[in-house]
């Protein structure tokens, strides 16, 4: 034990490195009740405090209150999780000095039997009552007791009442990021449960279809997506191929996907039209969903005839596909007229077209956050990134699709990607 206490008196040194290891040993606590264990300990060595209460009034009426620590229990309890074993008591000098919101000193103390905290005030005769402040009232008093008269010097009790109220506050924001901490945990495993109910609404596998080979790669840019691929068996070896985009990102984002994954497949015979089936999840999303948060969803729908090599296709607001010709090696995007994105707007009409692929052909459909991705400078990776990472006929569809996700991140490097990428390259043969 120094010499005096840590307000004064005897060597300053010796209290600045009394104070200097409690502040080093208190920021490695990072539970609030050991941290207010190892305060208690530390101050108890140069306080000379005989006696410490605390108690609260939170989620209480007058007159009531719990008594949260005591130095006299010979079992410690956690006032934040066993707040159910806290003692409640009420009126008294304690309940008297805890709703009067004010600093108080008693230098010759006498308390009476008939106190309903008398066991925990009996014997002592000198007395500070600090209130702790939350949100500008009260709820806590901090107790120290003596048992001698006249034992606390009031000059110092302004400092008691700073320090006391600021180790309040620190030990609050600490069971704040422990509360936060745990609600993140929470969180994140029920992103982790969405993102696996997302992921089994996505293609198990790729198709077997005559005269196309298929590369995709998803990357979510949170637990859960807002991008959506799908493909969809028709008659004839016909196939519809689809990828969409709902705004936002995360969990409302991937809520947004699976209710148009569900329309999507509500009724088979509007996959034959893509316009028809465009047309269907606008009117549903803007009836039941959309219309009160202002979401959307892009997408691409379009049906690919092996035996023609001709694709039928309509657009919502998605970026056009694009279409690399290996003959010529010329890049562009699909044709296309310019409509809004599912979900903003009723009574839209779709427009429909044609494109005839042939062998050696390559078309990327793709979300967003592929032509979208920033870098530090703000600069887009832009298209004409997409498509030089496209050119290379040599190169298989894996490693076009790997090749542009490296590209991306790279650009994007050192920052996380911001947005989901979804690519889906098709190879005609």
């Known amino acids: 034990m120094i010499e005096h206490d840590i307000f004064g008196g005897g060597d300053w040194r010796e209290r600045l490195s009394h104070i200097m290891e409690t502040m080093r040993l208190l920021s490695r606590e990072r539970d609030p ?91 002592m005769r000198s007395l500070v009552a600090i209130p702790v402040f939350d949100g500008g009232e009260a709820l806590n008093l901090v107790i120290q007791m003596r048992r001698s008269p006249h034992a606390f010097d009031p000059e110092r009790f302004p400092l008691m009442a700073w320090l006391t109220n600021l180790f309040s506050r620190a030990t609050h924001n600490l069971l704040l990021s422990r509360q936060l901490a745990q609600a993140h945990r929470s969180l994140d495993r029920e992103a982790r449960t969405i993102a696996e109910i997302q992921r089994s609404i996505l293609p198990e596998r790729l198709p077997d279809i005559p005269g196309i080979a298929f590369a995709v790669e998803y990357h979510p840019s949170a637990r859960a997506s807002g991008d959506y691929y799908d493909f969809l068996e028709l008659e004839g070896g016909r196939w519809g191929i689809m990828i969409a985009d709902g705004s936002g990102h995360g969990t409302s984002a991937a809520v947004l996907m699976a209710i148009t994954h569900t329309l999507v497949h509500v009724d088979r015979d509007r996959w034959r039209d893509p316009s028809r089936l465009l047309e269907f999840l606008n009117e549903s999303l803007v009836e039941r969903y959309t219309q009160a948060t202002g979401s959307f969803v892009t997408a691409f729908y379009g049906i690919f005839d092996p035996a023609t090599r001709e694709l039928r296709y309509s657009l919502a607001g998605h970026p056009p ?77 894996d490693e076009i699709v790997s090749g542009l996700v490296e590209g991306v991140r790279h650009f994007s490097a050192p920052a996380p990607p911001e947005d989901d990428l979804t690519l889906v390259l098709v190879d005609v043969r």
Request: hydrophobic letters at 30%.
């Open 33 to 123: 009740q050991s941290m207010v264990r190892v305060y208690r300990d530390r101050l108890d060595e140069v306080s000379h405090i005989d006696r410490f209460l605390s108690i609260s009034r939170r989620g209480l009426e007058p007159p009531l209150y719990r008594i949260a620590r005591s130095s006299t229990w010979k079992e410690e309890i956690d006032p934040w999780t066993e707040r159910e074993r806290l003692p409640v008591l009420q009126g008294g000098l304690l309940g008297e000095l805890l709703y009067g919101n004010e600093p108080r000193i008693f230098d010759n103390l006498e308390i009476g039997r008939e106190d309903p905290a008398f066991e925990y005030l009996d014997g």
């Open 321 to 397: 596909p694009r279409i690399r010709n290996c003959t010529s090696g010329s890049i562009s995007g699909l044709e296309t007229a310019t409509k809004p994105p599912l979900g903003m707007m009723g009574d839209i009409v779709y427009e429909q077209r044609s494109c005839q692929l042939h062998p050696g052909d390559r078309m990327l459909l793709y979300t967003d956050g592929l032509s979208e991705a920033r870098n530090q400078r703000g600069e887009m990776f832009g298209l004409e990134r997409v498509d030089s990472l496209m050119s290379n006929c040599s190169r298989s569809t």
